[in-house]
């Protein structure tokens, strides 16, 4: 149900010491599963991909986008459909092709506590979802202990990885006197192309003259990010005052599931945040402003020259566009992406005496999007094509929450929430205006521009969770939520059926293409779960498990056009249908004893989730089929140490709109062991021991080669591959 990564306050240690898994604890008592900094070191060692950290929490799985992009679905359900926070930021990835999450905005180095809400979570932990809430945090400020000390602190890293030569480096340092600390941290991290496990596809052209991939290359996997912050807090007696600044710099991400890569992705945000106690409890607010210029082309691995060529390499016959409807040739195809998001936000904790909280909060966010793609030829031109013009996105909220723990043995927490969404598009046009323009761009912008856009929705979500110690071996945990998501921008207002235009506006790397529906209307979720939580008094073993049921009415799914057919990409419309999501979350952990040389443990996390269209029958899109995770671990002094079977079953149950690709069963074998040396931490492993080959359940169709602009100009029904054996090896010095 809930779940808590948590590392100790900064302002307790400057080193992140612990991360915790564990029931949220609002009111609710019970002890943690621990997973420490050697389990975070050795995923952030393994990939440069925030959301990685979460591969092991119950109820997570990925879907599968760029290197440092990967989209965590909570029992099913990824996207938008997941509200994600970075540092109190309701962040929105601003994209067509969701290639900016917002996970993506924080290096995994960075991280230093994670909040997973899977299924039903308190309403304060964000609304505008119907997954539940992922929220990310950064180290807190770093205060001297007493007036006459200069704290200093920090860390340097580095990490590399054998497949796809992945290199990462990062640092942070903090200085402080007793009221006032400054921080500063910087990372980077790139990779190439990683190999899979062994030959998955049958050609090595790009189609582009005298570059081509081998056989067991992943095309298109390749990156490099770079991020920096700056923190200034300032702490008196009863208040903390906090400017945050971050600046990232993304040169290069390209996409194996999407038609074109990000060739350039910079993102300015900055946040204001006063927290302040009093004698009836505490009140923070803030106030944030972010910025983003986002571009996308070919990347090195897809057709740069687009059209007809005279000539080998990049010779190309001059490009017209009056009287040549196909054009000759066109340098790319450049496509940019600007936005803003603004917002501010407070909340206060009223404490009604030793065991009660009332928690009362209220948000503002305005968001504006545009989406246009530059003239280029080929049929691209002569103007601009407006994808979403002056788009438009607020939010006004207001909510409520009680916390209460009337006895050592009973807690609950519930609340309600109500939001209004408010949405408008510009008109907009194509590339060209004449009615014989490819596409119907002249005829469907027209329609579009007729129709009236503006759309108001009053969405109400509601949450109760109950929690019962019923004796020292045995916890139980409840609850019940009502959940509701507005439609983002490109669901409702991306208005072309054009194959060039709709496949660029594509979330889930499935290789289709997509035309939005401004008639759209807010998913509304009902979830019901239920937690049993059996363990030893002295938690030497425990086993948890969550059933759930969640029922979607009004769900976005995917829908047939005129022109589908099986076995191939199509343009797909969306509409409201309903949707059954039902599941269990497993988890268990014993101590080994009585093994020889150290200290032994078993760990294991079992996911089953099965997702169903209530209208048409068809199984939704992208859900993971039953996968287990199990580790051996061992502690022998300050070595620690893992062997970890990864085990997943066939995917059979596919979504028949969307032509999803069938993907076999397979089972991996990572190793992994690390020590600490005073200040000095060192992790080496191995993931996919045996390179095995197989393909990604979630991951989408392979489109990462060749001339990707044409919908069928790839071949369909290649699954994206995982990756094959990699060695890495990480270093972290505090100082």
């Known amino acids: 149900m809930t779940l808590l990564a948590m590392a100790p306050a900064a302002a307790q240690s400057a080193a992140r010491d612990t991360v915790l898994i564990q029931g949220q604890r609002a009111a609710a008592a019970g002890a943690p599963t621990t997973l420490d900094t050697d389990a975070l070191q050795r995923l952030r060692a393994a990939q440069g991909d925030t959301a990685a950290l979460l591969r092991s929490v119950p109820g997570v799985s990925l879907q599968g986008a760029g290197g440092a992009s990967s989209l965590p679905a909570l029992h099913g359900m990824a996207g938008d459909r997941v509200r994600i926070s970075v540092d109190g930021l309701d962040l929105i990835a601003s994209c067509p092709n969701h290639m900016n999450p917002p996970l993506s905005y924080l290096d995994p180095a960075a991280v230093a506590s994670l909040e997973v809400y899977a299924g039903i979570s308190p309403v304060s932990a964000g609304g505008d979802s119907i997954a539940g809430s992922i929220v990310a945090r950064t180290a807190d400020p770093v205060f001297a202990p007493d007036e006459q000390t200069l704290l200093t602190s920090g860390e340097l890293g580095a990490h590399a990885r054998s497949n796809g030569r992945g290199l990462g480096i990062n640092a942070r340092v903090n200085l402080a006197t007793s009221t006032l600390a400054l921080g500063a941290s910087a990372a980077r991290s790139r990779a190439d192309n990683y190999r899979a496990g062994g030959d998955f596809k049958t050609s090595v052209q790009t189609g582009r003259t005298g570059h081509t991939l081998p056989l067991d290359e992943v095309g298109s996997s390749a990156y490099d990010t770079r991020n920096q912050t700056l923190t200034i807090a300032h702490r008196g007696p009863q208040h903390l005052l906090e400017a945050r600044l971050g600046y990232q710099e993304v040169p290069e991400q390209l996409y194996p599931n999407q038609r074109m890569d990000m060739l350039g992705n910079r993102q300015w945000r900055g946040q204001l945040r006063l927290q302040t106690h009093f004698d009836w409890g505490r009140f923070e607010a803030r106030v944030f402003q972010e910025d983003i210029d986002h571009t996308m082309d070919f990347g090195a691995d897809k057709r740069f020259w687009y059209g007809s060529h005279s000539g080998t390499g990049s010779a190309c016959s001059p490009v017209r566009f009056a009287g040549d409807p196909q054009g000759t040739c066109a340098a790319g195809m450049p496509m940019k ?280 029958g068809d199984d939704l899109f992208q859900i993971m089929p039953a996968n287990l995770r199990v580790s051996l671990n061992h502690r022998l002094g300050t070595w620690q140490s893992a062997l970890e079977v990864v085990s997943v079953a066939p995917k059979r149950r596919i979504n028949d709109v969307r032509n999803e690709i069938a993907t076999p069963g397979y089972t991996l074998l990572n190793l992994r062991t690390g020590t600490s040396w005073g200040r000095v931490r060192l992790d080496v492993g191995i993931d996919n021991l045996f390179d095995r080959h197989y393909a990604l359940p979630a991951g989408g169709a392979y489109i990462g080669q060749g001339t990707t602009m044409s919908i069928n100009g790839v071949p369909w029904g290649v699954a994206m591959p995982g990756p094959g054996r990699s060695l890495y090896l990480a270093v972290q010095v505090r100082f």
């Open 337 to 616: 992406t600007a936005s803003s998001h603004r917002g501010l936000s407070s909340r206060a904790d009223i404490a009604f005496g030793d065991s009660d909280t009332l928690r009362l909060g209220a948000e503002w966010l305005a968001y504006r999007l545009d989406d246009w793609w530059p003239p280029s030829g080929g049929g691209m031109g002569p103007g601009t094509f407006d994808n979403i013009r002056d788009g438009r996105r607020d939010r006004g909220v207001l909510y409520g929450e009680w916390i209460a723990r009337p006895s050592a043995a009973w807690s609950w927490t519930a609340g309600a929430r109500v939001e209004r969404v408010r949405s408008d598009a510009g008109t907009v046009h194509g590339y060209n205006t004449l009615s014989s323009a490819p596409g119907g761009q002249a005829a469907e912008a027209a329609a579009f521009n007729a129709s009236s856009r503006l759309r108001t929705d009053d969405n109400l979500d509601l949450s109760a969770i109950v929690r019962h110690v019923w004796s020292s071996t045995l916890d139980l945990e409840g609850g019940i939520a009502r959940k509701v998501r507005s439609p983002n921008l490109y669901e409702r207002y991306t208005w072309s059926s054009w194959a060039m235009a709709a496949t660029m506006n594509n979330f889930v790397g499935d290789g289709n293409g997509y035309v939005g529906n401004p008639d759209l209307k807010p998913e509304v979720a009902h979830t019901v779960s239920a937690t049993i939580d059996w363990h030893a008094a002295d938690r030497s073993w425990s086993l948890r498990a969550t059933p759930y049921l969640t029922e979607v009415d009004d769900y976005i799914d995917a829908v047939r056009r005129t022109t589908w057919t099986a076995g191939k990409f199509n343009v797909l419309g969306l509409a409201n249908q309903s949707a059954r999501i039902v599941g269990l979350d497993l988890t268990g952990r014993a101590a080994l004893p009585g093994l020889p040389g150290g200290e032994w443990t078993l760990e294991g996390v079992l996911n089953l989730t099965r997702g169903r269209n209530r209208d048409s």
